[in-house]
């Protein structure tokens, strides 16, 4: 009987599909992540659940929408009685850990934005609450402390190295190794202790500064060394394992340590083509662009705002500062994984949480304008015994929801019922062409924020042709003719010659809203009794 397979899966933070070599970028360097598409499958059209961190990181876990698995925004944790394809995969045998950037739960103290009336928070909910520790990923609890850590199994993993939040100034058990191995570790990071960058005009709204951690010292180095050592722990032993390793990078602020830092010369980016668009953007993109113009924009934190072109090539430049640095260290994973003979009977993974705007329609960072830059990211996956005949690059619509069920399949272990994703092995051996023929794309957000007078809540439905989005507090939405119009910079929603297409994509979404609601759990009710049993096995 052959070993069970092994799986080693890598997911950065916040990276575009088309910001690495193997999807056509020229410009990136990225040789180690190419050289894992070129030995495997690569998707060409995947998207995520929804655009936000959280809830799709929870999605991917989970193989479920948002709006299924409750974790509909960031402010809400997933719950600790949800079931993950990590833990389906520990009870069936596998070791299972996580090195770097997890965020199933809440990473500060602050409150939701949502309601915006604390009073609001305290009615009566629909489901009694849920008592587990949701606090286990916050930041002040590992701060004030050199011994906190995570109840384990958290969300399956039974080993958690944690590298939670963004830039040089992450928290979890990296916060701890800086503090033993480095001098004075506290003095070296965030910005008020960078090198200064005074050409940069990101550093001047605290979206990018000039890390004094040296390439070693960095976040994304610790990632890669804690990795090798469970990779060497893995390797003397007959059980197999699940590895995933999770680079909070290249996510805003942007600090790439030592050369990565000035590996790419902001006036030598070349911007998208939409930045230049003459076309008219929808109201809400318009709404950003006036803020923008009257100085009125808010350019710190983490919510879309509309840029100009000196700080979208900043931004671009020093993404792919940050990318080569996880590619490097991508490369020396990889290393091991080969040295210790591994390579053979393991499937290397590799996506990212959501995308990034970077210049997309002068828009920088991310928001509920769901622009394929945002929501379209890299999938690829190297299965060493793959045969030669396989496909190797697939255009079918999938969604980060497929991931769980398609690990599950591959390590031939049972799903749970209530995945909403699909296999896409099938895509993979050449056994199908597509997984569906459209895909939605959710987002529940916290923010008021576009013009619009509420929070903003929207759905996205993608076909091979079109995107079509609307949102709960408008008359007005957005759809794109991705054949003839792939920048998304003609918004056909009130063009009378599309009023067939909007209606045709109206009725999609709702027989695709239809089919994921919920279905766990089953429950059977036998004749002529009052209780509930278990279905039998067959």
């Given at each position: 009987m052959s070993r069970p397979v092994n799986f080693l899966m890598f997911i950065t933070d916040q990276l575009r599909a088309d910001h690495l070599g193997c999807y056509g970028n020229r410009v990136v360097q990225t040789p180690n992540i190419d050289a894992i598409s070129k030995k495997g499958f690569r998707l060409d059209n995947m998207h995520v659940a929804t655009p936000i961190c959280m809830p799709n990181r929870a999605s991917m876990m989970t193989g479920r929408y948002p709006s299924v698995h409750g974790a509909r925004h960031n402010g809400i944790p997933l719950s600790l009685k949800a079931r993950t394809f990590v833990e389906t995969l520990r009870l069936s045998g596998y070791q299972t850990a996580q090195v770097g950037k997890i965020h199933l739960q809440n990473m500060t103290a602050l409150a939701p934005l949502w309601p915006q009336d604390p009073a609001d928070r305290l009615c009566d909910e629909a489901f009694e609450a849920d008592n587990g520790n949701y606090e286990q990923e916050k930041r002040g609890k590992w701060l004030d402390s050199d011994h906190y850590d995570l109840d384990y199994p958290y969300y399956g993993f039974e080993q958690v190295y944690l590298v939670d939040d963004h830039a040089d100034i992450v928290h979890g058990h990296y916060r701890y190794w800086l503090r033993r191995e480095v001098p004075n570790a506290e003095s070296l990071i965030g910005p008020d202790n960078a090198i200064p960058a005074p050409d940069y005009k990101l550093t001047r709204i605290g979206q990018a500064w000039r890390t004094r951690l040296t390439v070693?010292?960095?976040p994304s180095a610790y990632i890669a060394d804690r990795s090798i050592d469970l990779l060497n722990d893995y390797a003397g032993s007959e059980q197999p394992f699940f590895l995933q390793v999770s680079f909070p990078d290249p996510h805003h602020p942007f600090t790439p340590p030592g050369q990565y830092w000035d590996m790419y010369k902001p006036e030598d980016m070349a911007l998208p083509a939409s930045f230049y668009s003459d076309h008219e953007p929808p109201q809400h993109v318009q709404w950003l662009y006036q803020r923008r113009d009257s100085g009125a924009a808010t350019k710190k934190g983490t919510a879309v705002f509309a840029c100009d072109e000196r700080e979208a090539k900043e931004a671009l430049a020093l993404n792919y500062g940050s990318i080569s640095n996880i590619d490097a260290q991508i490369g020396r994973v990889m290393a091991e994984l080969e040295r210790l003979g591994l390579q053979d009977n393991t499937i290397v993974i590799f996506t990212s949480d959501h995308g990034d705007f970077l210049g997309d329609h002068q828009l920088m960072l991310k928001g509920p304008i769901h622009y394929?830059?945002?929501?379209?990211?890299p999938f690829i996956w190297s299965d060493p015994t793959m045969p030669a005949a396989a496909n190797k690059v697939s255009g079918a619509l999938a969604?980060?929801?497929d991931i769980a069920p398609t690990v599950l399949a591959r390590a031939r272990v049972p799903a749970f019922n209530g995945i909403q994703g699909q296999d896409m092995q099938p895509l993979m051996d050449g056994r199908s062409n597509g997984l569906r023929d459209s895909l939605l794309?959710?987002?529940e957000g916290q923010r008021v924020i576009l013009s619009i007078d509420t929070r903003v809540r929207c759905r996205t439905l993608l076909t091979q042709r079109y995107r079509m989005t609307i949102y709960d507090a408008a008359s007005w939405?957005?759809?794109?003719?991705?054949?003839?119009?792939?920048?998304e910079m003609i918004n056909l929603w009130e063009t009378p010659a599309a009023s067939n297409i909007r209606a045709m994509m109206m009725e999609k979404l709702a027989y695709t809203n239809l089919e994921l609601v919920e279905k766990s759990p089953i429950q059977v009710l036998w004749p002529d009794s009052d209780r509930w049993p278990t279905i039998p096995t067959q």
């Open positions: 070693e010292q960095y394929r830059g945002l929501t379209r990211v969604s980060t929801i794309i959710e987002e939405g957005e759809l794109y003719d991705l054949q003839n119009d792939p920048d």
